[in-house]
């Protein structure tokens, strides 16, 4: 029952930009040239195995588990 999964990509771009409160343009990452942002440089990683996991219920669980379906209070 594991909620995830794993995807290889080439990696990630990224790029910010800062505004004031009109929305006029006071900067970017990478900066402006000739009113164009550049290419953003492409940043990647090495490949990795992925973990080997299991699903499991810890033992408090089954505590709470046992205390909300008693009867007795």
Known sequence: ???YSVSETAGIQEGLVYVNKHGKL????????N???????????DNWNSPNSA???KES????QK????TND
């Open 1 to 3: 029952m594991n909620n």
């Open 26 to 33: 006071l900067d970017s990452f990478p900066r402006i040239e």
């Open 35 to 45: 009113k164009m942002i550049p290419k953003f440089k492409q940043y990647s990683w």
């Open 55 to 57: 699903y499991r219920l």
């Open 61 to 64: 669980y089954y505590i709470l």
């Open 67 to 70: 205390k909300y379906t008693s």
